[in-house]
């Protein structure tokens, strides 16, 4: 098994910066990707960003250039740092790993991009 825990969500103002983090413990041995997907009220989970375990990125199209995901293996952690946030990114963010063909999430953390 795989436990994910997100942090780092809150209310932010357009234009401004959040940084989330996703915790990885359990057996995480064999994750090949991580990833973030964001649900917003009334519409399906989309995925935001992955990367892999050997560092290849992927962005949906509508956050290029302003998110960017990282790891760092020392800490099992996956981070997603987001500038320029526009109130059509408020969503819960839920983090996501891949491991033999199976998905893991964490609870999600909440992001409000508000004035």
């Known amino acids: 098994q795989v436990q994910l825990v997100e942090s780092g969500g809150g209310l932010v103002q357009p234009g401004g910066s959040l940084r989330l983090s996703c915790a990885a413990s359990?057996?995480?041995?064999?994750?090949?990707?991580m990833g973030w997907y964001r649900q917003a009220p009334g519409k399906q989970r989309e995925l935001v960003a992955t990367i892999t375990n050997d560092g290849n990125t992927n962005y949906v199209d509508s956050v290029k250039g302003r998110f960017t995901i990282s790891g760092d293996n020392a800490k099992n952690t996956v981070y997603l740092q987001m500038n320029s946030l526009k109130p059509e990114d408020t969503a819960v963010y839920y983090c996501?790993?891949?491991?033999?063909?199976?998905?893991?999430w964490g609870k999600g953390t909440l992001v409000t991009v508000s004035s």
């Open positions: 996501n790993a891949v491991k033999w063909g199976l998905d893991y």
């Open positions: 359990g057996n995480i041995v064999n994750i090949n990707v």
